[in-house]
């Protein structure tokens, strides 16, 4: 059984979709290959369950309906194999539509993680941030117990609020929409997103 989160939020509740303003992202504390991540809706039931792909040159992961893997949702796929900055696609498993895609900022990010948020056309409409410099220096060099909080703009307008919780042994991170208050940002997006710094990011944890 998969441990639903303890805190509860408020908004609207549509279970199993895109339509909440918040989640909870929580990392499977121990998958034999591979990564795995259960997104938890308002109720703390399980909206996703995504997994990255083990044995794969290119990262692939795949985001699901249920745990079960019964209904596909969407796929991240990267580029290019081995590239520190390389671009991620995230298509609509479903439709075989092109949502749009997430490139890291490789040099950039070695000292403060940084990210850009494409449009299906490849066209540059946003950016994802690590809180501070500061802070990020502080987690790289000295201890990597200070929880991470990344900002999310589209096109100049703050969107999304990923906080993660103190937690030395599994990453959780709160997933906040409610700023985008005009829902510009293509919800499958913004949590293809979450689950992509929870896999890549999550790693110098």
Sequence with gaps: MTDAPQRRFSGDIVPGSFGSDRYLLRKRFFK????GFHIFDPTGRVAFYAEMKAFRLKE?????ADEERRT???SIRARSILDFGTTYDVTDARTGERV?????KGLRSLLRDAWVVLDANDREVGAIEEDNLVLALLRRFLINLVPQTFQGTLEGAH???FAQRFNPFILKLELDFTPDVGRRLDRRLGIAAAILLGAIEGRQD
């Excluded at 034999?32 to 990564?35: D, S, V």
């Excluded at 692939?60 to 699901?64: A, F, K, Q, V």
């Excluded at 749009?100 to 890291?104: D, F, I, P």
């Design 72 to 74: 596909e949702l969407l």
């Design 100 to 104: 749009g895609a997430l490139r890291r």
């Design 32 to 35: 034999l290959f591979g990564e």
């Design 159 to 161: 969107v999304f609020t």
């Design 60 to 64: 692939d992961l795949r985001i699901y």
